[in-house]
């Protein structure tokens, strides 16, 4: 075999150069999408909540200690992707995996101090009103995480096999937007369910 003919074996590099691809406009399809649904909860939520004559939340006001420190590891998550991404874009790949790891560590963690707050809760979602909005709004959004982190995990081992380069990440930039409008979705959650009752009470 020639000198010319000798085949370079390396991975090749996933998606197409550049964001505007199919892939980016059905990811901003889906999120219109789901913005709407929890568009339409959260004004459910409301209307109810100005409807009722009863106190609302009926148990009392929620702490927002716990939820508040969940607050901020979700959004620690997202800052941690946007920098696994930006090293990727400065041509550092295999340093994005630390950024990677840690937004999947810190989505994990949301996840378990979410559960933990279910299972602490003294209402359930057969309870009254505000129990059954409660668990449906927070159940879509921890569905939506969820999946998010099922999308970190398959963009990091991509990423650990070197299918991405500072040309082509594609797939980094998309799943990013998920995972940002995922944490985005939750400060409405947030302000929602535990911020505005005080609002309500005052």
């Not at 937004?103 to 009254?128: C, H, M, P």
């Amino acid at each position: 075999m020639s000198e010319t003919a000798q085949v370079v074996r390396q991975p090749l590099p996933a998606g197409s150069a550049g964001k505007l691809s199919g892939g980016w406009w059905g990811m901003m399809a889906l999120i219109v999408t789901e913005a709407s649904l929890f568009g339409y909860l959260l004004f459910t939520y409301f209307y109810l909540a100005a409807q009722t004559v009863q106190d609302w939340p009926p148990g009392g006001l929620p702490s927002l200690l716990i939820p508040g420190i969940n607050t901020v590891i979700l959004l620690g998550s997202s800052v941690a992707f946007w920098a696994g991404e930006r090293r990727i874009r400065q041509g550092k790949a295999q340093s994005s995996i630390f950024g990677f790891i840690a937004a999947i560590a810190l989505g994990s963690a949301f996840v378990a101090i979410q559960l933990l707050e279910w299972r602490n809760k003294t209402y359930s979602i057969n309870s009254d009103l505000y129990g059954s909005l409660y668990f449906t709004i927070t159940g879509f959004h921890l569905c939506h995480v969820i999946i998010g982190l099922g999308v970190l995990l398959l963009l990091l081992a991509w990423t650990m096999m070197g299918y991405f380069d500072h040309k082509r990440h594609v797939a980094i930039t998309i799943g990013g937007v998920y995972w940002h409008f995922v944490d985005v979705v939750w400060l409405f959650v947030f302000s929602a369910l535990y911020l505005s009752p005080y609002l309500h009470r005052g």
